[in-house]
């Protein structure tokens, strides 16, 4: 059985004038697996993805909790209320 993964891009958050997380799903044969939080750098020496981590769908929240519920709820709030709905940003 071929093992088909897909990572699907989530979104980009720029760091600095070189630099910029990104956040993205991984999908292996159709199956949401985790997620994964990359650096992508643009130098002229290197272009791509340096380091990240990887965190298992089942340790989302293990891993949510980290930023405590303070800090969660702040980045809820901050979201407009004339956002598109997930599915579609």
Same mark, same amino acid.
């Not at 891009?9 to 910029?20: F, H, P, V």
């Not at 643009?42 to 929240?61: A, R, S």
């Given at each position: 059985m071929p093992n088909d993964s897909e990572f699907r891009e989530l979104g980009r958050i720029r760091t600095t004038d070189k630099s910029e997380v990104v956040l993205s799903e991984l999908h292996?044969?159709?199956?949401l697996q &985790?997620?994964?939080?990359?650096?992508?750098?643009?130098?002229?020496?290197?272009? &791509?993805? &340096?380091k990240g981590v990887f965190v298992p769908d089942e340790k989302l929240i293990d891993f949510l909790v980290l930023f405590g519920a303070e800090n969660l709820e702040y980045a809820l709030d901050q979201i407009p209320e004339d956002s598109p709905p997930e599915s579609e940003r």
């Amino acid at each position: 059985m071929p093992n088909d993964s897909e990572f699907r891009e989530l979104g980009r958050i720029r760091t600095t004038d070189k630099s910029e997380v990104v956040l993205s799903e991984l999908h292996r044969n159709g199956q949401l697996q &985790g997620y994964s939080l990359n650096k992508y750098v643009t130098t002229p020496e290197y272009t &791509g993805f &340096g380091k990240g981590v990887f965190v298992p769908d089942e340790k989302l929240i293990d891993f949510l909790v980290l930023f405590g519920a303070e800090n969660l709820e702040y980045a809820l709030d901050q979201i407009p209320e004339d956002s598109p709905p997930e599915s579609e940003r």
